[in-house]
């Protein structure tokens, strides 16, 4: 396959263990496939979740908080040490990163958002890796009470921003393999789709709950960021992150996981 600018999200849960810290060995190899692929020519953005998980085990916390306060400051510790943490895996394979925190605001307002395209594109033309995550000491009030819910979960970020830089391809690495016709935890036989090309009233139904406690995405964000990356012409696939070295293979075109197809960005003028 040709893609040549790429979004990878990579969700809480692929990032983390169990206890909310921080999955070292996950963080690595997700880092060094990514730093290969941007070695071999290709645009890399990531969009990484984790910090109010990641941010509650660093300040000893036995659960996620409940209060909106104690959320946003969950966030800020784990900001910080992701982006520590990434910056020092980045660096180890020979590849610069820059950190982008996001609010709704700056993908909404026009003029902010031709900004934010013109760094995306700086950064991406000069072989730099931008690691985005929503700005959840900020944005975390607008989302939780309603105000101004443009973001609200990172699968939806994710396509947000390849609407914006133009991406190519928008990779979700989540804890399931693709998109099933019921929840494979709950239904053995449940179907896997390898590719969809239309989103379907049926295929919506097929929306389950949220993941692993860390997490606040299900398959119902992942549908919608795939509506809002397949409208941009930009085909999206759903895959599951406990294997980074798959993205190798999706971008040969091999059948992993469920790619969402979206009509030529051509097609679309």
Same mark, same amino acid.
């Given at each position: 396959? #040709? =893609?040549?600018?790429? +979004?990878?999200?990579?969700?809480?849960? *692929?990032?983390? %263990?169990?206890?909310?810290?921080? @999955?070292?060995?996950?963080?690595?190899?997700?880092?060094?496939?990514?730093?290969?692929?941007?070695?071999?020519?290709?645009?890399?953005?990531?969009?990484?979740?984790?910090?109010?998980?990641?941010?509650?085990?660093?300040?000893?916390?036995?659960?996620?908080?409940?209060?909106?306060?104690?959320?946003?400051?969950?966030?800020?510790?784990?900001?910080?040490?992701?982006?520590?943490?990434?910056?020092?895996?980045?660096?180890?394979?020979?590849?610069?990163?820059?950190?982008?925190?996001?609010?709704?605001?700056?993908?909404?307002?026009?003029?902010?958002?031709?900004?934010?395209?013109?760094?995306?594109?700086?950064?991406?033309?000069?072989?730099?890796?931008?690691?985005? #995550? =929503?700005?959840?000491? +900020?944005?975390?009030?607008?989302?939780? *009470?309603?105000? %101004?819910?443009?973001?609200?979960? @990172?699968?939806?970020?994710?396509?947000?921003?390849?609407?914006?830089?133009?991406?190519?391809?928008?990779?979700?690495?989540?804890?399931?393999?693709?998109?099933?016709?019921?929840?494979?935890?709950?239904?053995?036989?449940?179907?896997?789709?390898?590719?969809?090309?239309?989103?379907?009233?049926?295929?919506?139904?097929?929306?389950?709950?949220?993941?692993?406690?860390?997490?606040?995405?299900?398959?119902?964000?992942?549908?919608?960021?795939?509506?809002?990356?397949?409208?941009?012409?930009?085909?999206?696939?759903?895959?599951?992150?406990?294997?980074?070295?798959?993205?190798?293979?999706?971008?040969?075109?091999?059948?992993?996981?469920?790619?969402?197809?979206?009509?030529?960005?051509?097609?679309?003028?």
């Amino acid at each position: 396959m #040709n =893609e040549k600018r790429l +979004v990878v999200k990579v969700g809480t849960s *692929t990032l983390t %263990h169990s206890s909310g810290a921080l @999955n070292l060995h996950s963080m690595e190899r997700l880092v060094r496939v990514l730093s290969d692929l941007s070695g071999e020519g290709r645009q890399v953005i990531l969009v990484t979740s984790g910090a109010i998980a990641v941010g509650t085990a660093r300040m000893g916390l036995e659960q996620r908080p409940d209060s909106l306060g104690m959320k946003q400051a969950a966030a800020a510790v784990g900001q910080c040490r992701m982006m520590h943490i990434y910056d020092k895996f980045f660096t180890e394979y020979n590849r610069t990163m820059a950190q982008i925190l996001l609010t709704g605001d700056d993908v909404e307002e026009p003029s902010r958002a031709e900004h934010l395209r013109r760094t995306f594109s700086a950064l991406l033309d000069i072989g730099v890796i931008p690691v985005v #995550n =929503e700005n959840d000491s +900020v944005s975390s009030a607008e989302i939780e *009470t309603g105000r %101004h819910k443009v973001l609200g979960d @990172n699968d939806t970020l994710s396509a947000i921003v390849a609407r914006l830089c133009g991406a190519d391809l928008l990779v979700l690495l989540s804890d399931i393999d693709g998109l099933y016709s019921a929840d494979p935890r709950a239904t053995p036989d449940a179907k896997l789709f390898r590719q969809v090309s239309e989103l379907t009233p049926e295929i919506l139904q097929m929306a389950g709950g949220a993941g692993s406690w860390q997490g606040t995405g299900g398959m119902a964000t992942k549908l919608s960021a795939a509506k809002i990356a397949m409208e941009a012409g930009c085909d999206m696939v759903i895959a599951n992150g406990a294997n980074p070295e798959a993205l190798y293979e999706i971008l040969e075109g091999k059948k992993i996981g469920t790619r969402f197809t979206a009509r030529k960005k051509e097609e679309l003028l």
